[in-house]
């Protein structure tokens, strides 16, 4: 059973950091595309963060240089270090998983290219 199991959200103030972590069971990582998504009440879930197999990271453009997406295979766990919150990252953070080159072909961050969900985890950024 692939079981992908989010952990470390919580409030923090604008400017502040928190990392978020996903546990995976049932698979490992290594054949997989990573990514991080997060969606915010009344909106579309968006792509955040992405890494592949290689190791290669995408981000998006709102969080570029403030985002940081890793993993560890040994641990079977993918982070996502936030830096310099905003209010505006207030979401509920989604891990996500697809096979690599399904999500190579279909769009890095895509909603659709993957095919694991975690359950979420909620980051609130106060002003």
């Known amino acids: 059973q692939v079981q992908l199991v989010e952990s470390g959200g919580g409030s923090v103030q604008a400017g502040g950091s928190l990392r978020v972590s996903c546990a995976a069971s049932?698979?490992?990582?290594?054949?997989?595309?990573m990514a991080w998504f997060r969606q915010a009440p009344g909106n579309e879930r968006e792509g955040v963060a992405a890494i592949g197999s290689d190791g290669v990271a995408t981000y998006a453009d709102s969080v570029n240089g403030r985002f940081t997406i890793s993993k560890d295979n040994a641990k079977n766990t993918l982070y996502l270090q936030m830096m310099s919150l905003k209010p505006e990252d207030t979401a509920m953070y989604y891990c996500?998983?697809?096979?690599?080159?399904?999500?190579?072909?279909?769009?890095?961050?895509?909603?659709?290219?993957?095919?694991?969900w975690g359950q979420g985890t909620q980051v609130t950024v106060s002003s």
């Open positions: 996500a998983a697809g096979a690599d080159s399904i999500v190579r072909f279909s769009g890095i961050m895509l909603r659709g290219s993957y095919n694991r």
């Open positions: 049932g698979y490992t990582y290594t054949n997989y595309y």
